[in-house]
């Protein structure tokens, strides 16, 4: 079955750099595209970036240039890499499968706090 394990949250000061991953299982990683998507209280849950399978990236405007996301076929892992953090990245970061342009499978989450 399809799973997906985020880890590397944390509470980090603005300025600080974080790296998340997120463990994928249960299909094939390398031919799905990949997401990268936050939620934080009181706010509507936003796509922070996106990663297809030829390595082609997006990213939201809010973390342009200051967020990385990659992967490791290989590996079975996606990546993000935080830096220049602000308060308002605080949120639960989760990592996602797309299909036809919709996540279909998500991971429990990681808590990313910027204080």
């Known amino acids: 079955h399809v799973q997906l394990v985020e880890s590397g949250g944390g509470l980090v000061q603005p300025g600080g750099s974080l790296r998340l991953s997120c463990e994928a299982s249960?299909?094939?990683?390398?031919?799905?595209?990949m997401t990268w998507v936050r939620q934080s209280p009181g706010k509507e849950r936003e796509g922070v970036a996106g990663?297809?399978?030829?390595?082609?990236?997006t990213y939201a405007d809010s973390v342009k240039d200051r967020f990385t996301i990659s992967r490791d076929n290989a590996e079975n892992t996606l990546y993000l890499q935080l830096n220049s953090l602000s308060t308002d990245d605080t949120a639960i970061y989760y990592c996602?499968?797309?299909?036809?342009?919709?996540?279909?499978?998500w991971g429990q989450g990681t808590q990313v706090t910027v204080s």
């Open positions: 996602a499968r797309v299909v036809a342009a919709l996540p279909d499978y």
């Open positions: 990663i297809d399978n030829d390595g082609s990236v």
């Open positions: 249960g299909f094939t990683f390398s031919n799905y595209y």
